[in-house]
């Protein structure tokens, strides 16, 4: 069974520029989490999906962070103008339907983003 | 506002020998808690976990403790391997609500 996939795994951009991660869960899992950890501090949590459904995203930093989840399956958290503070990686999770697995979730590899 | 700490940044253990890494929370709604391990360049990996209604949860060199009227728990790891060297991240949540809240992480080093 595949894990949870993200892309890109790094990326380097320029402040004022926009960059947009993908993540795929792991299929089946109608929950979807967007984490950030910020130079080797806490995993800071963003937001949380149910299927399509934002059901919390009381993390997110500011309006310059958009998150999708459209059909429910994939994600991508996009990050519009980029800022310095952005850079750290951005870690995806998924889990199954609340009850199963005692709130496990499933981290991916994360995306890298550095920006200059 | 931490809602979760893990004080020791860093622990180094010789090989063999326990490792203890500690967690304190501050909400005691928290009913269910995790404990990750990080490589570097990879993601956090689940571990062990507990529910509030145990003490202790045991899985071969891994064993978690929580002492709910303190607010901590703990991961022990014994005997320590040197592929046991990771960051851990303490992790808490309330059942049902599925949003999971980690510490900063301890970094645990086994020497050989």
């Known amino acids: 069974e595949a894990g949870v996939t993200q892309f890109p795994s790094h990326s380097v951009i320029e402040k004022g520029q926009t960059v947009t991660l993908r993540c795929d869960p792991i299929?089946?899992?109608?929950?979807l989490y967007w984490y950030r950890r910020v130079m080797g501090k806490e995993i800071k949590f963003l937001l949380h999906?149910?299927?399509?459904?934002?059901?919390?995203e009381s993390g997110m930093p500011n309006n310059r962070f958009l998150a999708e989840r459209t059909g429910g399956t994939y994600s991508t958290l996009k990050v519009q103008p980029a800022e310095l503070e952005d850079s750290g990686v951005y870690f995806c999770?998924?889990?199954?339907?609340?009850?199963?697995?005692?709130?496990?979730?499933?981290f991916g590899e994360g995306s890298w983003l550095t920006v200059v | 506002d931490q809602q979760v700490k893990q004080n020791s940044p860093s622990l180094s253990v010789q090989e063999g020998r326990i490792s203890i890494l500690n967690c304190d929370y501050t909400n005691s709604m928290f009913d269910y808690f995790l404990w990750y391990k990080k490589y570097p360049a990879e993601g956090p990996t689940f571990l062990i976990s507990i529910s509030s209604i145990k003490d202790k949860n045991e899985d071969g060199r891994f064993t978690v403790f929580l002492n709910k009227s303190a607010k901590h728990l703990s991961l022990h790891i014994v005997p320590s391997q040197p592929g046991d060297s990771a960051v851990y991240f303490c992790a808490v949540t309330q059942v049902g609500y599925q949003k999971v809240t980690f510490g900063t992480g301890t970094k645990l080093q086994v020497i050989p």
């Open positions: 299929s089946g899992h109608d929950n």
């Open positions: 999770a998924s889990s199954p339907t609340t009850g199963t697995s005692g709130n496990t979730i499933y």
């Open positions: 999906f149910v299927k399509e459904s934002k059901q919390d």
